[in-house]
């Protein structure tokens, strides 16, 4: 997917890229003891679930950051998984 136009109130932002996977959250299909998230994802017709853990910090760090950068998120994931997740 392509980055939609800036908007105004980002056009002065520089932009910062993450990687999703092990960076922001470290998904599993194995349930670790107390998953932040639990997504359901169809693979080759059957739904499987996704247990993610989402790493301490990482909501403070975005809306943080969010003031001063445009942030743009990237993964190599399946779109099916990364979507809901984000």
Known sequence: ??????????????????DLDETLVHSSFKPPENPDLTLPVEIDGSINHVYVLVRPGTLEFLEVLSEYYEIVIFTASMQKYAEPLM
């Open 1 to 18: 997917m392509f980055l939609p136009p800036l908007t105004s109130d980002k056009m002065n932002k520089k932009t910062l890229i993450l």
